[in-house]
């Protein structure tokens, strides 16, 4: 299996303000014939289901502000925000869909300081 | 405009088998390339994805619960159905069907999640 490790567990900063949440793969999500990376990242507030935010590492989904951001290659991945917003507040995954058994990181709760 | 939402019982008793059913719409499961994924997540922890069924009926599940689980689909009736055997309380949490393809297996679509407590 594929082990996502996401830095730090917990976040704390100030409005507009950068956030930056890491993930680390075990193993290269590099797919689709080496051009693409198979990772996703989505944001989950208190009592609703997750919301992809980003897919191929860093394809914005459709809705998602333009001060959410992904970047990173082979085994190390990044998510910015680069203006944190009060309704940012949540905790964020990173997801694995290169193989089965597909794998989430652990989550980083990020919080207003 | 795609939906999706879980339907089954909030609590399990341990040893039983849990049936949980997603109703979808904006979709069809017949449709090439089209796939419906589950993903669980205990109170206060982490995501952890279950399975996904294809269009085409190319399954896959998690090894560590492989022997416990079968997804099927209805596409009349735009259902996928995961049924969950030897329930335990580690089963507790919410459970998750999402929609995705089967080219690019990301859950763009989630319905709201049910509850499963497993408790006697």
């Known amino acids: 299996d594929i082990v996502m490790t996401q830095s730090p567990d917990s976040l704390a900063v100030s409005l507009g303000e950068r956030a930056t949440i890491n993930c680390k793969s075990s193993?290269?999500?590099?797919?689709?014939?080496?051009?693409?990376?198979?990772l996703a990242w989505y944001q989950q507030k208190p009592g609703q289901p997750p919301k992809l935010l980003l897919y191929w590492a860093s394809t914005r989904e459709s809705g998602v502000p333009d001060r959410f951001s992904g970047s990173g290659s082979g085994t190390d991945f990044a998510l910015t925000i680069s203006s944190l917003q009060a309704e940012d507040v949540a905790v964020y995954y990173c997801h694995q869909y290169y193989s089965t058994p597909q794998t989430f990181g652990q989550g980083t709760k990020l919080e207003i300081k | 405009q795609i939906t999706l939402k879980e339907s089954g019982p909030m609590l399990v008793k341990p040893t039983q088998t849990l049936t949980l059913t997603c109703t979808f719409s904006g979709f069809s499961l017949s449709t090439s390339g089209v796939a419906v994924g589950w993903i669980r997540q205990p109170p206060g922890k982490a995501l952890e994805w279950l399975a996904f069924?294809?269009?085409?009926?190319?399954?896959r599940y998690s090894p560590s619960l492989k022997s416990r689980l079968t997804l099927t689909k209805d596409t009349s009736r735009n259902q996928v159905v995961l049924t969950m055997t030897n329930v335990d309380p580690v089963d507790t949490g919410t459970y998750y069907c999402?929609?995705?393809?089967?080219?690019?297996?990301?859950?763009?679509?989630w319905g709201p999640g049910t509850l499963v407590t497993v408790s006697s």
């Open positions: 193993q290269s999500v590099l797919c689709f014939s080496n051009t693409k990376h198979c």
């Open positions: 999402a929609h995705c393809t089967s080219s690019a297996t990301y859950y763009d679509y």
């Open positions: 069924i294809s269009w085409n009926d190319d399954n």
